[in-house]
């Protein structure tokens, strides 16, 4: 299997002296393409932390991440974080956080065309997607026309738009019932899968865990163990 994100004893402390907190300890990880993997554990545990980490959004204090084969983070160099951010790494949260002014379409394309994917490219790949998550029939239609379902298949649609290396999902069912949440960790294994991608999500909805392919828990900034 091929490596789409490799994380190496990345460090990250918040505060100073009596009040500091060890928010990563040493975290190493190796994700590869086509897996998806959920990372567990309680608050507090530095799941988000990692996860802003490795999309490159926070830098850690220390340690390394290697994405494809680039080395982005070395203990303090780091490559042009903004424009690998957009073209290499997709991101789902808890809430689609859709433009509400732009259709479910546009919402797909608007991102490609920030990548400088001409319109008509953009438009054709963001109905593809679409289609593919069942929204064929809605393209046209607002986020505030969409059930919750639906706006995070859009959002799904959006993060996989430019073809990134690896999708990072922060609590993506955290706000649907149970039938739909396992609907969208199905979407995301089958994107690991089908976009040759590597998904790692953060999650406390023990309902779907059967959807991945590995599983860490954290606790107290560190890996724990895997499952």
Not at 122 to 145: C, T, V
Not at 192 to 219: C, S
Request: proline fraction near 3%.
């Amino acid at each position: 299997m091929t490596p789409a994100i490799i994380a190496e004893n990345l460090c990250k402390t918040y505060g100073r002296g009596n009040i500091s907190v060890k928010a990563l300890d040493r975290v190493s990880l190796t994700l590869n393409t086509g897996e998806t993997a959920a990372l567990l554990g309680p608050s507090g545990a530095g799941k988000s932390t990692l996860l802003t980490m490795l999309g490159l959004i926070r830098q850690p204090d220390s340690g390394k991440i290697v994405i494809g084969n680039e080395t982005v983070f070395d203990d303090g160099s780091r490559t042009d974080i903004r424009t690998f951010r957009r073209k290499n790494i997709g991101f789902v949260f808890q809430k689609a956080n859709l433009l509400p002014f732009l259709s479910a379409l546009d919402n797909v394309r608007l991102a490609m065309e920030i990548n400088d994917v001409s319109g008509r490219e953009a438009r054709k790949r963001a109905a593809e997607l679409l289609e593919q998550f069942g929204l064929g029939d809605r393209l046209r239609f607002m986020p505030k026309e969409l059930s919750g379902g639906q706006q995070q298949r859009v959002a799904i649609a959006r993060a996989l738009a430019n073809r990134p290396r690896i999708l990072l999902a922060d609590e993506p069912t955290a706000a649907l019932d149970s039938a739909m949440g396992r609907k969208v960790m199905e979407l995301l294994r089958d994107a690991a899968r089908n976009h040759n991608a590597g998904v790692l999500v953060v999650t406390h909805d023990h309902r779907a865990m059967d959807v991945f392919d590995r599983i860490w828990v954290m606790e107290d900034g560190k890996i724990e163990r895997q499952k």
